[in-house]
């Protein structure tokens, strides 16, 4: 009875129509379907088997909130965007939990963990990808409030990301160990066959890219502050110290990025590029601080001398 059951629940959601379909990300958060979709994944998690498919399972779920998350920020649908990336956060926890309990001592412990490392890895650049997206529609016209929400979203969507990579890098370590004192073999050995499996999955080469990406995006972030501290500032002289300070660490990361990149060293690169970008973001929100209260002092000031005029013109009405 159960079967017949979930078989007409997946029945319902391939032949319902939906607005709210897309072709890639399915049944989206603006759905009256899309808590039934939800549903359906929960049941197909249940009936993965094992804890690495469980993970691979989650894994492909968060991907589809990911898929979700930006169909709704295009349709300017922030509160569905939100419950989608909450989804995503419940997803990597739960995956997270399940990473924990993998058991392995053997080249399969060792694929797997390649392949998951590789989704996750996949995630982040998606991540970063719909980044520089919501960056586009900030610049457009939106609320302060609506702006502070995509900010939050991102950061969110990092914080979550950068939790699961600490797991699964623990796990890496754990698998080595246990390898180590089933076969005997050396490190160098079982990292070779870490490395073995990351050429054979495509994840040497993903990181490679993503590194590269990100120290473009850097290095494009700071060129474009400098030039705006140079517009609101003037010559290096006049500039704050705080923003100085700020500046020369983020060229200081990118510097230590292209450095790993050069050694192959892609993480490492990732890490100190990300780092730059996010130094120099916070610059930017210096300078529209320092151009916010700069308004507000030039109002106040316009403000102060109208009503001195007022006071001028009320009291040679009292003389007349």
Known sequence: MKIIFVMFLFLLIIVTPSRAQDENAGVTPDSPLWGLDIAIERL???????????????????????????????????????????????????????????????????????????????????????????????????????????????????????????????????????????????????????????????????????????????EEEINDVKEDISEEFGNNNTWPNAIVTLLEQAENHLANAKEAFKMENFGEAYGQANAAEHLAENIEKMIDNFKEDKRGRKDNKTKGSDDEEDEDDNEEEDED
């Open 44 to 218: 197909e998690l249940f009936l993965a088997g094992g804890d690495t498919e469980k993970v691979k399972v989650g894994l492909k779920h968060a991907h589809e909130r990911l898929l979700e998350v930006n169909i709704m920020i295009e349709k300017n649908k922030l509160d569905d965007a939100e419950e989608a990336k909450v989804k995503h956060e419940e997803k990597l926890r739960e995956v997270k939990e399940k990473i924990k309990k993998i058991n392995g001592d053997d080249e399969w412990a060792i694929e797997n963990e390649v392949e998951i490392e590789r989704e996750v890895e996949k995630q982040e650049q998606e991540i970063e990808e719909l980044k520089s997206r919501i960056k586009i529609k900030i610049k457009g016209n939106l609320t302060a409030e609506q702006h502070a929400a995509l900010d939050a979203l991102i950061a969110s969507f990092a914080n979550s990301t950068n939790e699961l990579k600490l797991e699964i890098k623990i796990k890496r370590n754990e698998i080595k160990i246990k390898v180590k004192q089933k076969t005997n073999r050396t490190d160098d050995d079982i990292d070779d066959e870490f490395e073995r499996h990351e050429n054979r999955t495509g994840l040497n080469i993903l990181k490679k890219e993503k590194a590269k990406e990100q120290i473009e995006d850097a």
